[in-house]
């Protein structure tokens, strides 16, 4: 077995190597670099300073950010999460020659890409676009709504785009039950009510965190979608990460900010471990 | 009903109601999956510049109008290039991180697969950012760097295909090849590749769809010159929104529903998302 385990480590160096030298050691530095100082000559210096992180929550310019990325970022896992549950719970169930079909039609949009998705909502929801051409059409308003450009329009399309990784996890969940349970808290006299209350609901847990726990951490880090769909009225702090580097170069807050991202999405893993392996076992 | 089920018929019933308010909630969320996609393949069509719905007419001007742009095209070309660059490099690691998983894997395996799965994990924004911060360090050619952040979104997606097909063949197969003096190299050639043929196209063009549709790595990878076309159009839709963008992003829905069938025919894309 030894020949066969030296054979699977050099199998494995390849990924390894890629790891580490383009993810962790790139984002290890891009991270350690939000204690260093802002210099608009050097563009850092590496000293350890907490200036970064006391301008990014004294500023109440950008606490209003954190604090709508994070209302954000809430609102989208709960909007995922209630149009993902029924959804998975469907395709979890059913017995329907189309189910095949169904998983297809979750993925496929997935598949192609953030822009295509943007756009579809923009076309929708401009203020020359189909809701607004339609709800003009049958007389019920003057002028054009103002959709776009609001935080509703961001939530929206974050919600559509990142549905498919909530439907994903939860689907696993669910379909990995046993079928038996269900039938036996009903035979021991639960109501449908109470069988999902207390047997489907807690059993999905570790698929509702996950899913959860995703969602949450690809919004706090989207850019394109507020972009485009909130400009500059609904600014998130994707977008601060992106000017920060790209115009203003003050790469040390940049890297602030996304700490703050990476703090959030690892209290919310350790929730995920603590809580959801908890339970379960 | 019979009076002896009173528990059966109002069940049953109220069975029935909720399984057609079931219904209407998951038609109404596939509405709302499918409907901007859809959207877009209708105003594409579109004559006129605004949005209307129900379309005016029907013309193809649009997507003249695409292939009239050099900016487009030459994205377009770009992405092509990047992709299958990605699609064919990440398929190779791929192949061989999955292959070292399933067939030598020891307890671990689980970690590591885990760990396999780190690009997933982490924001797009977070890999591409560092990486743009690591080319300001070490002196890399800008292209190599697009090229290395595509390969890495692409692994994890390459990984799962890869290991789907690899743990739906037999072990002993390989086995048997080596037992009968076979080299482990010519075993994994002539065995192991052969039935994993399946789950190697669909790794290429599931990671083919992945970089051609990613904004992240490109948003601040790529330059002047090597402009993606999910860029391209990132770039254009903050000044205007012509139906060209329609026209691009249909043709761009049209391609990756064709691969997605190919893959579904391949492996199936539920056991590839699942791993």
Same mark, same amino acid.
């Given at each position: 077995?030894e020949a066969?385990g030296?054979?699977?480590?050099?199998?494995?160096?390849?990924?390894a190597?890629?790891y580490?030298?383009a993810l962790?050691?790139?984002?290890?530095f891009?991270?350690?670099m939000?204690?260093?100082?802002?210099?608009?000559l050097?563009?850092?210096?590496p000293?350890?300073? $907490?200036e970064?992180?006391?301008?990014l929550?004294?500023?109440?310019?950008?606490?209003a950010?954190i604090?709508?990325?994070?209302?954000?970022a809430?609102?989208?896992?709960?909007?995922?999460?209630?149009?993902g549950?029924p959804?998975?719970?469907?395709l979890?169930r059913t017995?329907?020659?189309?189910?095949?079909?169904?998983?297809?039609?979750v993925?496929?949009?997935?598949m192609t890409?953030?822009?295509?998705?943007t756009? $579809?909502?923009?076309?929708?929801l401009g203020?020359?676009?189909t809701v607004n051409?339609v709800l003009r059409g049958?007389g019920?308003i003057?002028r054009?709504?103002?959709i776009l450009?609001?935080?509703?329009?961001?939530?929206?399309?974050l919600?559509?785009i990142l549905?498919?990784?909530?439907v994903?996890?939860?689907?696993?969940?669910?379909?990995?039950?046993?079928p038996?349970?269900e039938r036996?808290a009903?035979?021991?006299?639960?109501?449908?009510?109470r069988?999902?209350?207390?047997?489907?609901?807690?059993?999905?847990?570790p $698929?509702?965190?996950?899913g959860s726990a995703l969602?949450?951490?690809?919004?706090? $880090?989207?850019?394109?979608t507020?972009a485009?769909?909130?400009g500059?009225?609904?600014q998130?702090?994707?977008?601060?990460?992106?000017?920060l580097?790209?115009?203003?170069?003050?790469?040390p807050?940049a890297?602030a900010v996304?700490f703050l991202?990476v703090l959030?999405?690892?209290?919310?893993l350790?929730?995920?471990f603590?809580?959801g392996?908890r339970r379960v076992? | 009903?019979s009076?002896?089920?009173?528990v059966?018929?109002p069940?049953r019933?109220?069975?029935r109601t909720?399984r057609?308010?079931?219904?209407?909630v998951?038609t109404?969320i596939y509405?709302?999956?499918?409907a901007?996609?859809a959207?877009?393949v209708?105003?594409?069509f579109?004559? @006129?510049e605004a949005n209307t719905?129900p379309?005016t007419?029907f013309s193809?001007?649009w997507?003249a109008?695409f292939?009239?742009?050099a900016?487009?095209v030459?994205?377009f070309r770009?992405?092509?290039?990047l992709?299958?660059v990605a699609a064919v490099?990440?398929?190779?690691?791929?192949?061989?991180?999955?292959y070292?998983?399933?067939?030598?894997?020891?307890?671990?395996q689980?970690?590591v697969q885990?760990?396999a799965?780190?690009?997933m994990?982490?924001?797009h924004?977070l890999i591409?950012?560092s990486?743009l911060?690591?080319l300001l360090?070490?002196?890399v050619?800008d292209?190599?760097a697009?090229?290395?952040g595509?390969?890495v979104i692409?692994?994890?997606?390459?990984?799962?295909?890869i290991?789907?097909?690899?743990?739906?063949?037999?072990a002993?197969?390989?086995?048997?090849a080596?037992t009968?003096?076979?080299s482990?190299l010519r075993?994994l050639w002539?065995v192991?590749?052969?039935l994993?043929a399946?789950?190697?196209?669909?790794?290429?063009?599931?990671t083919?769809?992945?970089?051609f549709?990613?904004?992240?790595?490109?948003?601040?990878?790529?330059?002047?010159?090597?402009? @993606?076309?999910?860029i391209?159009?990132f770039?254009?839709m903050?000044?205007e929104? @012509?139906?060209v963008v329609?026209a691009i992003?249909?043709m761009?829905?049209?391609l990756?529903i064709?691969l997605g069938l190919?893959?579904?025919?391949?492996?199936?894309?539920?056991k590839?998302m699942?791993v």
């Amino acid at each position: 077995m030894e020949a066969s385990g030296r054979y699977g480590r050099l199998l494995l160096t390849p990924i390894a190597v890629i790891y580490l030298v383009a993810l962790v050691a790139p984002i290890s530095f891009f991270l350690v670099m939000s204690v260093f100082r802002y210099s608009a000559l050097d563009l850092w210096i590496p000293t350890v300073t $907490g200036e970064n992180f006391a301008r990014l929550l004294g500023e109440s310019y950008h606490r209003a950010i954190i604090a709508r990325t994070l209302k954000i970022a809430l609102l989208t896992s709960v909007g995922c999460l209630a149009l993902g549950y029924p959804l998975a719970w469907y395709l979890a169930r059913t017995t329907s020659a189309w189910r095949g079909v169904l998983m297809f039609l979750v993925i496929a949009p997935l598949m192609t890409g953030v822009i295509v998705r943007t756009y $579809g909502w923009i076309v929708l929801l401009g203020s020359e676009g189909t809701v607004n051409s339609v709800l003009r059409g049958l007389g019920l308003i003057d002028r054009p709504l103002k959709i776009l450009h609001t935080e509703a329009a961001v939530l929206i399309a974050l919600v559509h785009i990142l549905l498919p990784y909530m439907v994903f996890p939860l689907f696993a969940a669910l379909a990995g039950q046993d079928p038996d349970l269900e039938r036996a808290a009903h035979t021991l006299g639960a109501g449908r009510a109470r069988t999902f209350l207390e047997v489907t609901l807690p059993l999905s847990r570790p $698929g509702i965190l996950m899913g959860s726990a995703l969602v949450f951490t690809l919004t706090a $880090g989207a850019v394109v979608t507020p972009a485009l769909m909130g400009g500059k009225d609904v600014q998130m702090l994707g977008q601060t990460i992106y000017e920060l580097t790209m115009s203003t170069l003050n790469w040390p807050l940049a890297s602030a900010v996304a700490f703050l991202l990476v703090l959030c999405q690892l209290t919310i893993l350790l929730v995920y471990f603590r809580v959801g392996r908890r339970r379960v076992a | 009903m019979s009076p002896d089920s009173p528990v059966v018929g109002p069940a049953r019933a109220s069975g029935r109601t909720g399984r057609l308010a079931l219904g209407a909630v998951v038609t109404a969320i596939y509405v709302f999956l499918l409907a901007p996609v859809a959207i877009i393949v209708f105003s594409s069509f579109n004559p @006129t510049e605004a949005n209307t719905f129900p379309p005016t007419g029907f013309s193809l001007r649009w997507y003249a109008k695409f292939f009239e742009s050099a900016g487009f095209v030459n994205a377009f070309r770009f992405s092509l290039w990047l992709a299958i660059v990605a699609a064919v490099v990440a398929t190779a690691i791929g192949f061989l991180t999955a292959y070292g998983l399933v067939r030598a894997g020891r307890r671990g395996q689980g970690v590591v697969q885990s760990l396999a799965m780190l690009p997933m994990m982490v924001p797009h924004l977070l890999i591409s950012i560092s990486l743009l911060l690591a080319l300001l360090v070490v002196p890399v050619p800008d292209l190599a760097a697009l090229v290395i952040g595509h390969v890495v979104i692409c692994l994890p997606f390459a990984i799962a295909c890869i290991v789907a097909s690899l743990e739906g063949i037999d072990a002993q197969l390989e086995l048997a090849a080596l037992t009968l003096g076979a080299s482990r190299l010519r075993a994994l050639w002539e065995v192991v590749i052969p039935l994993v043929a399946p789950g190697l196209l669909s790794a290429l063009l599931f990671t083919f769809m992945v970089s051609f549709g990613d904004v992240y790595i490109a948003l601040f990878l790529s330059g002047p010159g090597r402009t @993606t076309l999910p860029i391209e159009i990132f770039a254009y839709m903050q000044w205007e929104s @012509t139906p060209v963008v329609a026209a691009i992003t249909s043709m761009q829905i049209l391609l990756i529903i064709a691969l997605g069938l190919v893959i579904e025919r391949l492996v199936g894309l539920r056991k590839i998302m699942r791993v």
